[in-house]
């Protein structure tokens, strides 16, 4: 053992919080465990890895894209996106959606706010379920040797999933806007604040959690919160436009955050070696 | 790195010839031994490390590549292949005294195979720490990148790893 990496012990074990008694007895017995030689490759084998390695060496991406490439990429991913994306998202959006309209509509919503604070979230965690990261759709294999980025596909399924509840939610709140002409922009705003919200805390979370507790824990915050409400306001559980307004906006900078997270490696992007879940496909 | 993202072939073999021995050596002994299968995280390490597209110039390479590896670990010892255990390994490179007898030498072997079965009841994130740490000079901040924690959690992991590692291999020998 070189005096050198006694030295480095030393040091590491001051580190580790050992006086200088204990720190002499544990490197005599670290002694022992340093004595188990890894196995150093050789010079043919580090060869071999090369030229195995070779072939993964991509194509020199553009320095800059231009955005209508950038553009154009993600467009594609987001029309992959229709196809990946589970049809349970897809209905079962629907089914909240209609399900909550239907229940204002026949006026079981005591304030026209309750019902539709909690479309809105559980329409997040559908879509924040099933769209982020390729880990829950099956894709990380595929994702990694595709052209768009991580961030990139993160964005077209954004757009797809939050496009997707919005364009519905506006279509199915029709009814209701007919009925009261006067609270188009208040009653949009009750589920539309909650959903941009829920999104935009999820992705912000699920990049240094998981996904599925990202989702969990958002979407359990925020029951908790119109609960809360509902129990110490009774049934006038609106925030009101303004706020609701105000969260909306909070969302929306959330994900624009996540994003620009995303893409400057944040530790969930070390998920691109954790969320694999087909460890065997890497063959000589 | 930088190089290799954008497609300069020929600084892939110093990028792999300056890490490959370090990182075979850590995943070596971070999978209970098993050569074989040393070998192919390795490789699985650098296709993952080529196929990101989130390296950024500024990024310190090596707690990277580490953070790659060690997550292909935790992800295979997740696996059902992972949670086999393995005996302590009979074929077993050790550094012994060349003069010693074979009866010695014996000795080592077996107080060799007790240190390596006491790192390997470490869990598996204090064993990534103490490597790291006491095998593969990385300081506490690159540590702390490697395995995307704070440098707190590293001190106190070293701390708790290096403590129980001694106790176990202090513990008497199983009869």
């Known amino acids: 053992m070189s005096s050198e990496e006694r030295h480095g012990w030393a040091e590491a074990l001051r580190e580790a919080g050992l006086g200088e008694t204990e720190a002499r007895e544990t490197e005599q017995v670290l002694g022992r465990l340093a004595a188990w030689r890894a196995p150093a490759p050789t010079g043919a084998d580090t060869a071999a890895l090369v030229s195995r390695l070779q072939a993964v060496v991509a194509a020199p991406p553009p320095r800059k894209a231009p955005i209508q490439s950038e553009l154009t990429i993600m467009l594609a991913a987001a029309r992959a996106q229709l196809m990946v994306l589970p049809l349970t998202l897809w209905l079962g959006s629907a089914v909240v959606m209609v399900i909550g309209v239907a229940l204002v509509g026949l006026g079981l919503d005591p304030s026209r706010s309750l019902v539709l604070y909690l479309v809105g979230p559980t329409l997040a965690y559908l879509g924040v379920r099933s769209g982020f990261r390729g880990s829950a759709l099956g894709t990380t294999e595929v994702e990694l040797s595709c052209p768009a980025t991580p961030r990139q596909l993160v964005i077209a399924r954004l757009v797809v999933v939050l496009g997707y509840q919005v364009a519905a939610g506006i279509v199915l709140s029709l009814p209701i806007w007919l009925w009261n002409q006067t609270a188009v922009f208040a009653v949009t705003a009750d589920w539309l604040a909650p959903l941009l919200l829920a999104f935009g805390a999820a992705l912000v979370l699920s990049l240094r959690f998981s996904v599925s507790a990202a989702a969990a824990v958002v979407y359990t915050a925020w029951m908790l919160v119109v609960l809360l409400r509902l129990r110490l306001g009774g049934p006038g559980v609106s925030f009101g436009v303004d706020l609701d307004a105000a969260l909306g906006a909070a969302g929306l900078l959330m994900l624009g955050a996540g994003t620009v997270f995303l893409a400057h490696g944040a530790p969930g992007d070390a998920a691109l070696g954790r969320s694999s879940r087909t460890y065997g496909s890497s063959s000589a | ?175």
Do not use: C
Request: glycine share 6%; aromatic share 6%; proline share 5%.
């Open chain 2, 1 to 175: 790195m930088s190089a290799v993202m954008n497609g300069d072939r020929s600084a892939l073999a110093p990028l792999v010839e300056r890490h490959h021995s370090g990182l075979l050596g850590y995943l070596y002994r971070m999978v209970q031994g098993d050569r074989a299968l040393a070998d192919d995280l390795v490789q699985e390490t650098y296709i993952r490390l080529l196929r990101s597209r989130t390296y950024s110039p500024g990024r310190r390479f090596k707690p990277w590549l580490y953070a790659i590896a060690t997550n292909l670990v935790k992800d295979h010892m997740r696996s059902p292949v992972g949670r086999t255990v393995l005996a302590a390994p009979q074929m077993m490179e050790i550094a012994a005294d060349e003069a010693s007898g074979p009866e010695e030498r014996a000795f080592a072997r077996l107080e060799v195979a007790r240190a390596a079965a006491a790192l390997n009841e470490l869990a598996p994130e204090y064993r990534a720490t103490v490597l790291l740490r006491l095998f593969h000079d990385f300081s506490l901040q690159e540590i702390a990148d490697a395995l995307s924690i704070p440098l707190g959690t590293v001190k106190s992991r070293l701390s708790v790893g290096v403590k129980q590692l001694r106790q176990r291999m202090e513990a008497p020998a199983e009869q």
